[in-house]
C-alpha cells in the first residue's frame, strides 16, 4: 500500500468509525478505502477488492442511470468532485460483485489539505428501496 496524506489517512479512520457506507479516493480518483457498511453494497469486502486505480473501476463498479441508460463518468459525482472541486449529488444505479442493481443516493465532498492542496474525495452512499 502506497503511503498516503495525512487527510486520507484520518479520513480512512473516520469513515471506519461511521456507520454508514464511505469510499474514499485519492486526488487523482485512485480508490483508496471504503468501509464495512459499503461492502453491503458492493458485495466485495474491502481487503479481498483492495485499493484500485481509477481506470479499472468503471469495470469494476458498473453505474446506469435511473432510467437504465449509461452514466457517463463525467456525470459522477466522484468524478464532479474531482474535476470542479465541489460537492456533488446524484441517485443512480450500480452493479454489485454479485451482478445485482441497486439503486443508491451518493454525495462526493472533495478532501483539501494544507493551503488548498487537492488530497482526495470522500464519498458517501445509501441504497434507496424500491
Same mark, same amino acid.
Given at each position: 500500500? %502506497?503511503?498516503? @496524506?495525512?487527510?486520507?489517512?484520518? %479520513?480512512?479512520?473516520?469513515?471506519?468509525?461511521?456507520?454508514?457506507? /464511505?469510499?474514499?479516493? *485519492?486526488?487523482?480518483?485512485?480508490?483508496?478505502?471504503?468501509?464495512? @457498511?459499503?461492502? #453491503?453494497?458492493?458485495? /466485495? =469486502?474491502?481487503?479481498?477488492? &483492495?485499493?484500485m @486505480?481509477?481506470?479499472?473501476? %468503471?469495470?469494476?463498479?458498473?453505474?446506469?442511470?435511473?432510467?437504465?441508460?449509461?452514466?457517463?463518468?463525467k456525470?459522477?459525482p466522484?468524478?464532479? +468532485?474531482l474535476? *470542479?472541486?465541489? @460537492?456533488?449529488?446524484? =441517485?443512480?444505479?450500480? =452493479?454489485?460483485?454479485d #451482478?445485482?442493481?441497486?439503486?443508491?443516493? /451518493?454525495? +462526493?465532498?472533495p478532501?483539501?489539505?494544507p &493551503?488548498? =492542496?487537492?488530497?482526495g474525495?470522500?464519498?458517501?452512499?445509501?441504497?434507496? +428501496? &424500491?
Open positions: 500500500m %502506497a503511503q498516503h @496524506p495525512i487527510e486520507l489517512i484520518l %479520513a480512512r479512520q473516520l469513515a471506519e468509525a461511521l456507520s454508514h457506507p /464511505v469510499w474514499i479516493t *485519492d486526488a487523482e480518483g485512485n480508490l483508496v478505502f471504503y468501509n464495512d @457498511p459499503a461492502e #453491503g453494497i458492493l458485495g /466485495v =469486502r474491502f481487503g479481498e477488492a &483492495g485499493e @486505480p481509477a481506470s479499472a473501476l %468503471a469495470e469494476r463498479f458498473v453505474t446506469e442511470d435511473l432510467d437504465g441508460s449509461e452514466l457517463k463518468a456525470d459522477l466522484v468524478v464532479v +468532485a474535476t *470542479d472541486w465541489v @460537492p456533488a449529488h446524484r =441517485r443512480m444505479r450500480i =452493479r454489485s460483485f #451482478g445485482s442493481w441497486r439503486t443508491i443516493e /451518493v454525495t +462526493a465532498i478532501l483539501v489539505g &493551503g488548498e =492542496r487537492r488530497v474525495v470522500m464519498v458517501t452512499f445509501w441504497e434507496i +428501496a &424500491g
